[in-house]
């Protein structure tokens, strides 16, 4: 399988990801918030919405969905898993 | 008198099941924000114990100094003797947000040796989409009893009585060590583990909502329902709550009217009609627009829209250090500030709320309009340009609308860039609740809440200004002639301040008068003038300021004045309790009137520059 590693924030409307680590920029307790929020290295995140405009996106882990904006998304290291079709 | 906690994480339903169990009509807070008074009511089904609520949260490491502030609190009452029970709530369709935090919880009650009780919310969700959770194994796995509810059906709720009972005649036993000396990052490697295994299996919960968010969240569909919905909250707030303000000002004047000639005491009858009937009311008109303010708000909260508001409005108000969460309560500062900064509660980022705060009291509010067509009238020809396409008069009045929102995000753009406050701040991480039908009822009583705590706080400081400002304006001479009152006094010390802006003393004390809520100014300036019911038809007094030969610099002048300073006692009342911070509100205050005074003698002097 071809994995491309790239940040969260640069999925699309139904790409579907991931998580392989933390970027060091993001400071150790926002990660750690991010974490408890059930965003942990190996968990799978859809993104669901990529509104127009660079508005924060929305993202599905397990069971419930969290608008994230770029400043802590495009610290997320994700490896992409492909397409979903809903 | 023992007491219960409860905790839980936001959205799970705590405030539904806190009224259920005591009884209240409470909302309760969904972020520590040390503005928010931890709740407590009386159980209704077992004596002498109270439930005490905290803060929803999703973890007990703080990241905030608020949060810090709340967890704090939350492990002192741990080591209080009274608690003898964690209620801990956790949304059963969505158990891996609140699964870290459970596990943290009970660790911490194991530790303090108090007893933990876990309830399971939302199972009527679960039954209707047929998905089955595997409670007893979690409850195994994570050494706490669950008990499946339903907050907003009753179900569940006996058995949890029970429940309780049961604890409160069985203390608990011995500390497991193990359990209780569990480091969080085994904690969060558990609850990870513990939501894949035991979590609700299937989409078929997002899914529905992931296409009303493909609508609503839409780039040219949302933005439709985006403007269409916020048209409508506008609209509402006017003919909901216009017929109510006009009920309750013709309540009061027939009310006075049966009253004042009872009272055979001149001094007494005059306080009645002028202070008590007259003053009072001028703050009771706005309870309607308060009360219908909030319950709208409510409403988009509780349906699951707010978040989605949110979301649309982040990226333009970041630009100014601002988050999409304030955008509702700046917009509802258009028509109030009093709805609008409790509505800043739903801000998570301590800085990012108090930069909120700093941008309410400029959004231009409804008691501003009675002011700018006063001013407007009386200082703006009513001639046309472009050819009968736009009027001077309602350029001018959009002018000063948009002035204020801009200074609003000027100040906010500008504080936030000089105020690199981290550790007060937050992300944008927003939890998005399922879109929800909102229960009318609990909404309608919150709004009545909302509406009571404003008349009780901000009233005794309204009634106390309203008697001061009363007592200056109707002595030595019995109200014979304000001009000669105490108040005309101060009006002709302070004149001089009101020098520069070319206005004389009767200017200088209605706006003095207007600290009570800026649409006096209108009645003040009408009683200088002597006119009687200038608020009613201002034809007259527009007149007359003509006819005194005022500036149109002077005008102005006083449009930019009533712009930016903070002339309203109920606003900076509430603002200090809001906030936890009298001082707060009081350095607004001056920093607003000293910005506005400035930039008031500013557009008087460049008027005179070039002679208009
Ligand atoms: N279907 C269902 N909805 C619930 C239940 N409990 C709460 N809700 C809804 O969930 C939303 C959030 O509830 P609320 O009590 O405000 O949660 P809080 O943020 O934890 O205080 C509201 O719209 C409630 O009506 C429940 O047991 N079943």
Same mark, same amino acid.
């Given at each position: 399988?071809?994995?491309?590693?790239?940040?969260?924030?640069?999925?699309?409307?139904?790409?579907?990801?991931?998580?392989?680590?933390?970027?060091?920029?993001?400071?150790?307790?926002?990660?750690?918030?991010?974490?408890?929020?059930?965003?942990?290295?190996?968990?799978?995140? =859809?993104?669901?919405?990529?509104?127009?405009?660079?508005?924060?996106?929305?993202?599905?882990?397990?069971? =419930?969905?969290?608008?994230?904006?770029?400043?802590?998304?495009?610290?997320?290291?994700?490896?992409?898993?492909? =397409?979903?079709?809903? | 008198?023992?007491?219960?906690?409860?905790?839980?994480?936001?959205? $799970?339903?705590?405030?539904?099941?806190?009224?259920?169990?005591?009884?209240?009509?409470?909302?309760?807070?969904?972020?520590?924000? !040390?503005?928010?008074?931890?709740?407590?009511?009386? #159980?209704?089904?077992?004596?002498?114990?109270?439930?005490?609520?905290?803060?929803?949260?999703?973890?007990?490491?703080?990241?905030?100094?608020?949060?810090?502030?709340?967890?704090?609190?939350?492990?002192?009452?741990?080591?209080?003797?009274?608690?003898? +029970?964690? #209620?801990?709530?956790?949304?059963?369709?969505?158990?891996?947000?609140?699964?870290?935090?459970?596990?943290?919880?009970?660790?911490?009650?194991?530790?303090?040796?108090? +007893?933990?009780?876990?309830?399971?919310?939302?199972?009527?969700? /679960?039954?209707?989409?047929?998905?089955?959770?595997?409670?007893?194994?979690?409850?195994?796995?994570?050494?706490?009893?669950?008990?499946?509810?339903?907050?907003?059906?009753?179900?569940?709720?006996?058995?949890?009585?029970?429940?309780?009972?049961?604890?409160?005649?069985?203390?608990?036993?011995?500390?497991?060590?193990?359990?209780?000396?569990?480091?969080?990052?085994?904690?969060?490697?558990?609850?990870? +583990?513990?939501?894949?295994?035991?979590?609700?299996?299937?989409?078929?919960?997002?899914?529905?909502?992931?296409?009303?968010?493909?609508?609503?969240?839409?780039?040219?569909?949302?933005?439709?329902?985006?403007?269409?919905?916020?048209?409508?909250?506008?609209?509402?707030?006017?003919?909901?709550?216009?017929?109510?303000?006009d009920a309750v000002e013709t309540g009061l004047a027939a009310l006075s009217d049966v009253i004042v000639p009872a009272?055979?005491?001149?001094?007494?009858?005059?306080?009645?009609a002028?202070?008590?009937f007259s003053?009072?009311g001028?703050?009771?008109?706005?309870?309607?627009?308060?009360?219908?303010?909030?319950?709208?708000? %409510?409403?988009?909260?509780?349906?699951?829209?707010?978040?989605?508001?949110?979301?649309?409005?982040?990226?333009?108000?970041?630009?100014?250090? /601002?988050?999409?969460?304030?955008?509702?309560?700046?917009?509802?500062?258009?028509?109030?500030?009093?709805?609008?900064?409790?509505?800043?509660?739903?801000?998570?980022?301590?800085?990012?709320?108090?930069?909120?705060?700093?941008?309410?009291?400029?959004?231009?509010?409804?008691?501003? /309009?009675?002011?700018?067509?006063?001013?407007?009238?009386?200082?703006?020809?009513?001639?046309?340009?472009?050819?009968?396409?736009?009027?001077?008069?309602?350029?001018?009045?959009?002018?000063?609308?948009?002035?204020?929102?801009?200074?609003?995000?000027?100040?906010?753009?500008?504080?936030?860039?000089?105020?690199?406050?981290?550790?007060?701040? /937050?992300?944008?991480?927003?939890?998005?609740?399922?879109?929800?039908?909102?229960?009318?009822?609990?909404?309608?009583?919150?709004?009545?809440?909302?509406?009571?705590?404003?008349?009780?706080?901000?009233?005794?400081?309204?009634?106390?200004?309203?008697?001061?400002?009363?007592?200056?304006?109707?002595?030595?001479?019995?109200?014979?002639? #304000?001009?000669?009152?105490?108040?005309?006094?101060?009006?002709?010390?302070?004149?001089?301040?009101?020098?520069?802006?070319?206005?004389?003393?009767?200017?200088?004390?209605?706006?003095?008068? $207007?600290?009570?809520?800026?649409?006096?100014?209108? %009645?003040?300036?009408?009683?200088?003038?002597?006119?009687?019911?200038?608020?009613?038809?201002?034809?007259?007094?527009?007149?007359?300021?003509?006819?005194?030969?005022?500036?149109?610099?002077? %005008?102005?002048?006083?449009?930019?004045?009533?712009?930016?300073?903070?002339?309203?006692?109920?606003?900076?009342? !509430?603002?200090?309790?809001?906030?936890?911070?009298?001082?707060?509100?009081?350095?607004?205050?001056?920093?607003?009137?000293?910005?506005?005074?400035?930039?008031?003698?500013?557009?008087?002097?460049?008027?005179?520059?070039?002679?208009?």
């Amino acid at each position: 399988m071809n994995t491309t590693v790239c940040s969260l924030w640069s999925l699309g409307a139904g790409q579907r990801c991931r998580i392989e680590s933390y970027d060091k920029a993001l400071a150790e307790n926002y990660r750690v918030r991010m974490m408890e929020l059930g965003f942990h290295p190996g968990e799978v995140v =859809t993104c669901l919405q990529a509104p127009a405009l660079s508005a924060p996106k929305v993202y599905r882990v397990s069971n =419930t969905m969290f608008s994230l904006d770029d400043e802590v998304a495009s610290h997320i290291r994700v490896s992409l898993l492909g =397409t979903d079709a809903t | 008198m023992s007491r219960i906690i409860l905790v839980g994480s936001p959205n $799970s339903g705590k405030s539904l099941l806190f009224n259920r169990l005591t009884g209240l009509s409470q909302k309760v807070a969904n972020f520590p924000g !040390i503005t928010v008074d931890v709740g407590s009511g009386k #159980l209704q089904e077992i004596p002498d114990t109270t439930l005490v609520d905290f803060p929803g949260t999703y973890s007990l490491q703080p990241i905030s100094g608020e949060e810090e502030v709340a967890v704090e609190h939350f492990r002192r009452a741990l080591d209080d003797a009274d608690v003898t +029970q964690v #209620l801990c709530l956790i949304d059963a369709t969505r158990m891996e947000k609140s699964l870290y935090f459970t596990l943290q919880v009970i660790r911490e009650c194991e530790r303090h040796g108090k +007893q933990v009780v876990v309830l399971a919310n939302m199972m009527d969700v /679960l039954t209707r989409h047929k998905i089955e959770v595997d409670l007893a194994g979690l409850s195994h796995a994570i050494h706490a009893p669950i008990i499946p509810i339903s907050a907003r059906k009753g179900t569940g709720i006996d058995n949890l009585l029970k429940h309780l009972r049961h604890n409160i005649d069985n203390p608990k036993g011995g500390i497991d060590a193990g359990l209780a000396e569990t480091p969080d990052e085994l904690l969060r490697g558990n609850a990870h +583990q513990l939501a894949t295994r035991f979590g609700p299996r299937g989409d078929i919960l997002i899914k529905s909502q992931a296409r009303l968010d493909s609508f609503f969240l839409h780039s040219t569909l949302g933005g439709f329902a985006f403007f269409g919905i916020m048209y409508l909250l506008f609209q509402s707030i006017f003919t909901w709550s216009a017929p109510a303000m006009d009920a309750v000002e013709t309540g009061l004047a027939a009310l006075s009217d049966v009253i004042v000639p009872a009272i055979s005491n001149q001094t007494a009858s005059d306080f009645t009609a002028d202070a008590l009937f007259s003053g009072i009311g001028a703050f009771l008109v706005f309870v309607p627009q308060i009360f219908v303010l909030t319950f709208i708000i %409510g409403l988009l909260e509780d349906s699951g829209y707010m978040a989605r508001a949110a979301l649309i409005c982040h990226r333009p108000l970041k630009v100014f250090g /601002l988050t999409g969460k304030s955008f509702i309560p700046m917009l509802s500062g258009v028509a109030c500030a009093i709805p609008a900064i409790y509505a800043a509660r739903s801000i998570d980022s301590p800085k990012k709320r108090l930069l909120t705060y700093m941008a309410i009291p400029l959004m231009p509010c409804s008691a501003r /309009l009675p002011v700018y067509t006063l001013l407007i009238a009386a200082f703006i020809p009513q001639t046309t340009a472009l050819g009968g396409l736009v009027g001077l008069q309602g350029l001018a009045m959009f002018l000063i609308y948009f002035f204020g929102m801009a200074c609003a995000l000027l100040v906010t753009g500008l504080v936030s860039r000089n105020s690199p406050d981290q550790y007060n701040d /937050l992300p944008f991480v927003l939890e998005m609740p399922p879109y929800r039908v909102p229960g009318l009822k609990p909404l309608l009583r919150n709004s009545w809440n909302r509406s009571k705590h404003f008349v009780t706080k901000a009233g005794k400081i309204i009634f106390a200004v309203t008697v001061v400002i009363w007592v200056l304006g109707y002595f030595p001479n019995h109200g014979a002639d #304000l001009s000669a009152s105490w108040l005309g006094s101060i009006g002709h010390v302070v004149e001089p301040i009101f020098a520069p802006l070319g206005l004389d003393w009767r200017y200088g004390v209605a706006v003095l008068t $207007s600290f009570l809520a800026r649409e006096v100014f209108v %009645g003040t300036l009408g009683t200088m003038f002597g006119i009687e019911g200038a608020d009613e038809n201002m034809v007259p007094l527009v007149e007359q300021i003509q006819a005194s030969g005022l500036s149109v610099g002077s %005008g102005l002048a006083l449009l930019v004045f009533f712009a930016i300073a903070l002339m309203c006692v109920s606003t900076m009342a !509430i603002l200090g309790k809001e906030s936890r911070s009298n001082t707060l509100a009081l350095k607004m205050f001056a920093a607003y009137g000293i910005a506005a005074y400035i930039l008031a003698v500013g557009v008087y002097n460049l008027a005179l520059l070039f002679g208009i």
